[in-house]
């Protein structure tokens, strides 16, 4: 009753419902008092959901989901311009045609990531890097200079001078490229996505939000491992609210567990003001929160429908995607653990802990599009010890880019074998 009582009160501080409360809490009640709520829904389809080890979307495909998701009134449609040059060209053409309004950069962290941003026309851009001790520890160049580097890195244990030395680090270089984005000159307006924010100190968190407010619209917390649970989020996301003077906060969540859907709806009803998910909840391992369940489940549930949203329009985007096959890998299953994104598998080389976190089950390394040198570097030297040099990895790399695109697929580990022993790589 004490849960329930906050549900109640968090709902009524945000939503102003002047209907009984207790209907929120029976889903097969349909609330015809309707109250509106101004919640940020970016779309991340086409970038995170295509990250989804085996999923791959043609050039057209995508400007078709563009066109369709764009009617669904979200307010942001998200690409990675530096993946492949066909994603910057994507980006490229669907603001030429209109769309600069909606459109958006996924940037990494550095000013000539920024500038690809600012050339694909774009008006906003959403910069993201890690916030975990995990993870900074195994991005700080300092930390990878170290001639006696940790031998495990874990989230405990470790010096506390290496440890503020790495996080004071991070906030610097994320502020010389918030205030570089938001510069007259540049003129962006910048989300930040907070890589593993589920598994940082939460003080550090508080720092960062506090450091970065002044140069964006929204701290964009992520569960990039899927571990969060209802309950915790609730209190996670309300304390970081009441630390932050009413920041604002988004909510990039992953279904690893099975709890992104609850976990997203809890997030809204503590606070947070802004969404990331994807259609249908594809991406990788086990997916992303579906935005077509979130919508409708705030709809039906507690009464709320979000502001600018066809609901009617969003069924021709999930109707169209499952017209291409596309779903994600259920939660626990095989196809859970596998993962293309170079930038995961690099973390896999030092730290086996860093994007996996089932003891039980290894990851299996998929080769795509999104591949980094790292899948390559994984594959020959972690699993068939067969060590090549950075730049045949580099090589490698560039040529399965070019022949999933081509092919319009991505590639198994085994096949990668297969295609290497026919020498495709010496060509």
Known sequence: MKKMGYYRRAIKKKCKLSIDTRKNYYPFLRINNMSTLPLIISDETLRDGEQQAGLFFPYETKKTLAKLIRQTGVNQIDIMPAVHETEEHLLKTLVAEGNGSIMMAATMVGKQFIDQALACGVERIILFYAVSDRLLLLRDTEVRNLTAPPEKIEDDNLP??????????????????????????????????????????????????????????????????????PEKTYVW????????????LGVHFHNDLGMALENTLQAVIAGASMISGTFLGIGER????????????????FGIEVE?????????????????????????????????????????????????????????????????????QYLFEKQLNQ??????????????????????????????????KQGFFNE
């Open 160 to 229: 506390n001078a290496l440890v503020r030395r790495v996080r004071q680090n991070m906030i610097n270089k994320v502020l010389e490229n918030l205030r570089y984005a938001t510069s007259p000159e540049i003129g962006l307006k910048v989300e930040f996505a907070a890589e593993d924010a589920s598994r940082a100190d939460f003080n550090f968190l508080v720092e960062c939000i506090r450091s970065f407010q002044p140069y964006i619209q929204h701290f964009v917390l992520c569960d990039t491992m899927g571990i969060l649970t």
């Open 237 to 248: 996301v309300r304390d970081l609210l009441e630390f932050t003077d009413n920041a604002a």
């Open 286 to 301: 086990a997916g992303n929160i579906p935005l077509e369940q979130v919508l409708n489940g705030l709809r039906w549930r």
């Open 308 to 376: 600018g949203i066809d609901y009617e329009a969003l069924a021709q985007v999930t109707n169209y995607l499952d017209s291409l096959g596309a779903r994600p890998a259920p939660p626990y299953s095989k196809a859970a653990f596998r993962h293309e994104s170079g930038i995961h598998v690099n973390g896999f080389l030092r730290d086996p802990d860093s994007y996996h976190v089932f003891p039980h089950a290894s990851p299996e390394i998929w080769f795509g599009k999104c591949s980094g040198a790292s899948n390559f």
């Open 387 to 420: 060590p090549f040099s950075p730049q045949e990895y580099n090589r490698m790399r560039d040529k399965i880019k070019s022949f999933s695109i081509q092919e319009e697929r991505c590639f198994s580990p085994e096949e990668i074998v297969e295609l290497f």
